[in-house]
């Protein structure tokens, strides 16, 4: 019997071909018309809440059926604050600054061209993503207020409110003029659909993966296509002999519990050994319901605490669930993180401002900071809307990636006759 399937290539060939001819209509397309469109799809996420609602319990009661952590179902879960939330993010996206067509710098060549360097949108987005169905959304709305196209790719446990949000999305897109194909859906749960897409060359620019370290790792193994992505977030946080005990715990707990299943949640807490609070720091994660996995010196301290294990320093738990070693100053810290972090985001709470200072400079991670929570580390909390995703490599983008870190340039020369001899 012959099969009937459609090849994977060709579907994505399909849909690239279509994100390509919208991609050349978003790159003409004024800051204003952009920015309506993007309202009209916020005014159809509202509108469409219910349904958006009902789907996501759909995926809930599967979700939960399979036994997925509590961490998990937490990243799925819809309710209408979130679906409002939802809605307020692609508002916000659409009254931020367009990148498009800002000018980066200019300069007469030694030909006396005048050169300028320009942001232009980078053409057709891939985003590969896993569990939280808002991401439809925010990636959707960051890939059109820059100019983009986008071919979204969720998982399998969030079909269903994929679908919704994403019909949702184009309704409105396509109610104020824009192209639908803007922002397209593969459909199938396939993963053979996410290998077509990480070979699609020429067909999609660059490829964001957003989800567990199995999907970025495969991402980066077999993508042929650019990829901006993270791995893990195993973020610190190292509390100084020199900080202010009320403000260590209260970071620290809100950095570990806030909540616990983002990517900017504390995973590991370093302390100074010569901190005076440790007890204290540690009775107040095991108050608010945090599993402690402590060393042998913080075990003599806080004997309640588990015993860690070698495993322990190199896991993004996404749960309540903490490391926690003692180090020799600011030097152990980073010497810690340098060897177990993921260059996503560290902090430091200290008085000390030197103290402080040598850690900022010295950290090697996308995001690092001085008496703050790392909950931080996200795109609407540094005033840039939504975001793609937090890129910890080095190129392109680094930390939140919004509208600006989904543009490359270009040159243009203007001449007045100039040949080159």
């Known amino acids: 019997m012959t099969d009937m399937r459609v090849d994977p290539i060709d579907i994505i060939a399909a849909?690239?071909?279509r994100a390509r001819a919208a991609s050349a209509v978003l790159a003409r397309l004024p800051t204003a018309t952009k920015a309506n469109g993007l309202r009209q799809a916020a005014a159809a996420i509202r509108a469409?809440?219910?349904?958006?609602?009902?789907?996501n319990a759909t995926d809930m009661a599967k979700a939960?059926?399979?036994?997925?952590?509590?961490?998990m179902l937490d990243r799925l879960r819809l309710d209408p604050a979130r679906i409002d939330a939802m809605a307020a993010g692609v508002d916000a996206v659409a009254g931020l600054p367009d990148p498009v067509g800002q000018l980066i710098d200019e300069r007469e060549a030694p030909s006396g061209i005048m050169l300028r360097r320009l942001r232009v949108p980078i053409g057709v987005i891939g985003i590969v993503y896993e569990s939280r169905p808002n991401v439809t959304a925010d990636a959707a709305a960051l890939c059109v207020m820059s100019g983009n196209a986008v071919i979204l790719r969720g998982g399998s446990e969030a079909v269903e409110s994929n679908r919704a949000i994403h019909a949702a999305f184009v309704a409105g897109l396509s109610a104020a003029g824009l192209p639908g194909d803007a922002a397209l859906r593969v459909e199938s749960t396939d993963r053979a659909l996410v290998g077509a897409m990480l070979t699609a060359a020429g067909l999609i620019d660059m490829i964001v993966p957003r989800?567990?370290?199995?999907?970025v790792a495969r991402v980066q193994a077999e993508?042929?296509?650019p990829v901006l992505a993270h791995l893990d977030g195993i973020n610190h946080v190292y509390v100084d002999a020199s900080a202010d005990p009320a403000?260590?715990?209260?970071?620290?707990v809100n950095a570990k519990m806030r909540r616990t299943g983002v990517c900017g949640a504390m995973e590991t807490v370093l302390i100074d050994r010569d901190y005076a609070g440790t007890a204290s720091l540690m009775a107040a994660l095991s108050a608010n319901g945090c599993e402690v996995r402590a060393d042998p010196a913080i075990r003599a301290?806080?004997?309640?605490v588990i015993a860690a294990n070698s495993d322990d320093w190199d896991t993004e738990y996404l749960d309540a669930i903490a490391s926690a070693a003692l180090v020799d100053g600011v030097e152990g810290a980073m010497a810690h993180i340098a060897a177990h972090g993921s260059h996503h985001t560290d902090a430091i709470v200290a008085d000390d401002s030197s103290i402080a200072e040598r850690f900022l400079s010295g950290v090697d991670s996308a995001i690092v900071l001085w008496n703050a929570s790392t909950q931080f580390a996200d795109g609407s909390e540094f005033g840039l809307g939504a975001e793609i995703g937090i890129a910890t490599g080095r190129l392109h983008a680094r930390g939140p990636v919004a509208l600006e870190g989904l543009t490359t340039y270009k040159w243009v020369g203007r001449g007045t006759g100039q040949v080159r001899g």
Do not use: F, H, W, Y
Request: charged content about 10%.
């Open 15 to 17: 849909l690239g071909g």
């Open 48 to 55: 469409a809440a219910p349904a958006i609602e009902a789907a």
């Open 64 to 71: 939960a059926a399979a036994g997925l952590s509590s961490a």
């Open 211 to 215: 989800g567990g370290k199995t999907l």
């Open 223 to 225: 993508a042929r296509v």
């Open 247 to 252: 403000m260590a715990e209260a970071i620290v």
């Open 301 to 304: 301290i806080a004997p309640q």
